[in-house]
């Protein structure tokens, strides 16, 4: 499988909520780095509790994939935008039912062996507050109508 | 700098090798704020973007989205002058052999002016960057896209509103 078939696929199963299936795509010990967050760790934990929370709280989750490259050391490079209603509770920010349509870039190194081995991620969280309400940065727990 | 998948040897295409030199170049012309020289290095339609910049109004929100010669000159000019230490350290680089560069950069500097709605209070940040480049097969940058986290650039900065 190719380095962009596999990119694809992980982007169908984030969509999906499908950890377990995206772990399937994954070296044992493949790594994530989800930048805004400041999440660095272990794609079997903190990869997968991560997307446990996406698909929770936004369950109509679209995933589209806008540009995506492979370059030379095998990295698929990809620009997508996740787009969904909020659901419930996500990254500390209190459910208002608000609209949620971001853009992100995610690189996926992936092996020779057709799996990927690091995950990193970068969006601006900013932009996730402000559409799901939030008006302060010492306050993201309290929202506006 | 850090080397991390910076690609050497007689397996780099010419093309691949062309762009991640467009691209050091531009971060070079970066880190000596020379403005002009990272214009010089797009071609004269090249495509800007910064995906986190927007500014909201009261009747519109304004997108850092356009061209390289006019909205990417003007936030960068505005950006050098907010920040008058600005540097930049390329941290990773990856191209293809269709041009495609993608580049993770530390961007960070001392504010001695207000920028946007981040009043200046003389703090020092230093901010992970993703930037993706399309080099043309004559050496010439033609679009920038760059990432980056607000939140992170604002908390460093004592700015706690999100707009």
Same mark, same amino acid.
């Given at each position: 499988?190719?380095?962009?078939?596999?990119?694809?696929?992980?982007?169908?199963?984030?969509?999906?909520?499908?950890?377990?299936?995206?772990?399937?795509?994954?070296?044992?010990?493949?790594?994530?780095?989800?930048?805004?967050?400041?999440?660095?760790?272990?794609?079997?934990?903190?990869?997968?509790?991560?997307?446990?929370?996406?698909?929770?709280?936004?369950?109509?989750?679209?995933?589209?994939? &806008?540009?995506?490259? =492979? $370059? !030379?050391?095998?990295?698929?490079?990809?620009?997508?935008?996740?787009? %969904?209603?909020?659901?419930? +509770?996500?990254?500390?920010?209190?459910?208002?039912?608000?609209?949620?349509?971001?853009?992100?870039?995610?690189?996926?190194?992936?092996?020779?062996?057709? &799996?990927?081995?690091? =995950? $990193? !991620?970068?969006?601006?969280?900013?932009?996730?507050?402000?559409?799901? %309400?939030?008006?302060?940065? +010492?306050?993201?727990?309290?929202?506006?109508? | 700098?850090?080397?991390?998948?910076?690609?050497?040897?007689?397996?780099?295409?010419?093309?691949?090798?062309?762009?991640?030199?467009?691209?050091?170049?531009?971060?070079?012309?970066?880190?000596?704020?020379?403005?002009?020289?990272?214009?010089?290095?797009?071609?004269?339609?090249?495509?800007?973007?910064?995906?986190?910049?927007?500014?909201?109004?009261?009747?519109?929100?304004?997108?850092?989205?356009?061209?390289?010669?006019?909205?990417?000159?003007?936030?960068?000019?505005?950006?050098?002058?907010?920040?008058?230490?600005?540097?930049?350290?390329?941290?990773?680089?990856?191209?293809?052999?269709?041009?495609?560069?993608?580049?993770?950069?530390?961007?960070?500097?001392?504010?001695?002016?207000?920028?946007?709605?981040?009043?200046?209070?003389?703090?020092?940040?230093?901010?992970?960057?993703?930037?993706?480049?399309?080099?043309?097969?004559?050496?010439?940058?033609?679009?920038?896209?760059?990432?980056?986290?607000?939140?992170?650039?604002?908390?460093?900065?004592?700015?706690?509103?999100?707009?």
């Amino acid at each position: 499988m190719s380095a962009r078939s596999l990119a694809e696929k992980f982007f169908g199963r984030l969509q999906a909520g499908e950890v377990g299936d995206i772990l399937d795509l994954m070296t044992p010990d493949a790594t994530v780095s989800l930048v805004p967050l400041n999440r660095h760790g272990p794609m079997v934990t903190d990869g997968a509790a991560y997307v446990r929370e996406l698909a929770r709280a936004f369950p109509d989750l679209l995933v589209r994939v &806008r540009r995506l490259f =492979v $370059t !030379a050391d095998n990295t698929a490079v990809a620009e997508i935008t996740i787009d %969904g209603t909020q659901a419930d +509770d996500f990254l500390a920010v209190a459910n208002q039912e608000k609209h949620l349509e971001l853009d992100q870039a995610w690189m996926l190194k992936v092996t020779p062996a057709d &799996r990927i081995s690091a =995950v $990193t !991620a970068y969006w601006d969280q900013n932009q996730l507050y402000r559409r799901l %309400g939030v008006k302060r940065l +010492d306050k993201i727990t309290i929202t506006a109508g | 700098m850090t080397t991390d998948a910076i690609r050497a040897g007689p397996d780099v295409t010419p093309r691949e090798s062309g762009a991640a030199a467009a691209v050091r170049a531009f971060f070079d012309a970066y880190r000596v704020h020379d403005v002009e020289r990272m214009v010089d290095l797009c071609t004269d339609g090249a495509g800007f973007r910064y995906v986190p910049f927007e500014v909201w109004g009261r009747q519109r929100v304004l997108h850092g989205e356009g061209k390289v010669i006019t909205v990417g000159k003007m936030i960068w000019t505005t950006l050098l002058d907010a920040f008058p230490d600005l540097t930049n350290a390329v941290t990773s680089l990856r191209a293809d052999e269709h041009g495609n560069v993608a580049a993770e950069v530390g961007i960070g500097g001392t504010q001695a002016r207000p920028f946007g709605i981040i009043a200046c209070t003389g703090g020092h940040y230093e901010l992970p960057h993703l930037f993706l480049f399309h080099v043309t097969g004559d050496g010439l940058i033609d679009d920038i896209v760059a990432y980056w986290d607000n939140v992170d650039w604002k908390r460093q900065l004592g700015c706690l509103e999100v707009d």
